[in-house]
């Protein structure tokens, strides 16, 4: 039995597992050095499994069809050769995907599509696209940067520099944002009780505070939906899977985020009218996904060798 290594790194952290007779994993800090970082990730593949036949990497950047990350801006590495560099400290292959397709390849497995598109709604939007069953990635490996679809041509500036990208509206980042504005506005929100503070505001406060009522949180919440749902439906409209993803912390809201964001979804004709309308969820495995995913990236690369 092949042995085949998952790496997911991350800004803070990085999870590694090892796909076998069993599964076994960990999780590592991420070092802020990039060869610091290939040397851990060695020494833990070594630890865990000894031998391996290959390993897929998740990465939180952009990657050409060599393995190449050309920037990884939460670490800030630039031309970073993972594939090659890491290969020649285990001895095996080296395969590396973004991070946002390999978590939407491992979920679209776990749920039986073979098309299907997944958002997620953390510090950024992060996208990932499985066509026929295989990560769609463009010509150059910079594809399904979803984030990026512009929604309003004179809208709010974005991390990337623009402005109106879906990224500025339904980010976890923006929501929490929206609700802080509210927050200043409103000094009986229920927010700030259920907050402590403006500080510590989080997606899951902002729709606990809707659920009371609270007038504030409910029209934050409104309109960040609104937003999501004009970026769900282009995405549908493009692409036309069997299914939307919905990942990130705020996929954790379940049907409280789902409900009302199918029935806006439905209101912009999602799906067309009369025709198959793509089904609308939430992730299921969680943290997890990405590693999942690139052993699943792995696996693949090596059938086709």
């Known amino acids: 039995m092949s042995v085949i290594a998952g790496v997911d790194i991350g800004g803070t952290k990085t999870k590694i597992g090892i796909m076998a007779d069993k599964f076994v ?3 590592i800090d991420t070092p802020k050095d990039a060869q610091k ?32 990350v050309s920037y990884m801006p939460n670490l800030g590495f630039r031309n970073f050769d993972i594939a090659t560099t890491l290969s020649q400290k285990v001895g095996a ?4 995907i973004n991070d946002a397709n390999a978590a939407a390849l491992a979920e679209c497995q776990s749920g039986g599509f ?12 992060g996208g990932g696209v499985i066509l026929g069953g295989k990560v769609f990635d463009g010509k150059f490996g910079k594809a399904a940067e979803l984030g990026h679809i512009i929604i309003d041509v004179d809208g709010k500036v974005c991390g990337c520099g623009n402005r109106g990208c879906l990224e500025a ?8 944002r929206r609700a802080k504005e509210e927050m200043t506005n409103n000094n009986h929100s229920a927010l700030w009780k259920l907050c402590g503070g403006i500080d510590n505001v989080d997606g899951a406060a902002v729709f606990a505070a809707a659920k009371q009522g609270d007038v504030s949180a ?9 937003y999501l749902s004009i970026g769900v439906v282009n995405v549908c409209n493009i692409f036309r899977p069997q299914a939307v993803i919905i990942g990130g912390g705020i996929s ?3 049907e409280d985020l ?10 912009l004709n999602y799906g067309y009218v009369g025709a198959h309308k793509p089904a609308l969820l939430a992730a299921k495995l969680g943290a997890l996904s990405g590693m999942y995913g690139a052993i699943a990236f792995a696996k693949s690369k090596l059938s086709e060798a």
Do not use: W
């Not at 970082?37 to 630890?47: F, G, S």
């Not at 292959?93 to 590396?96: A, G, K, T």
């Not at 789902?258 to 209101?267: D, H, I, Q």
């Open 114 to 125: 073979t098309d299907a598109v997944m958002l997620t709604l953390g510090t950024g939007v």
């Open 37 to 68: 970082l290939i040397d851990v990730i060695a020494k833990t593949l070594h630890d865990l499994a000894g031998e391996i036949d290959a390993v897929g990497v998740g990465v939180p950047g952009a990657v050409d069809s060599v393995g190449r």
């Open 218 to 226: 409910k029209s934050v919440l409104s309109e960040y939906i609104r």
């Open 258 to 267: 789902l409900a009302p964001l199918r029935a806006e979804c439905e209101r």
């Open 93 to 96: 292959r080296v395969f590396v």
């Open 25 to 27: 994993s960990t999780v």
């Open 252 to 254: 954790n809201q379940g």
């Open 169 to 176: 509206y339904a980010s976890a980042s923006a929501l929490i």
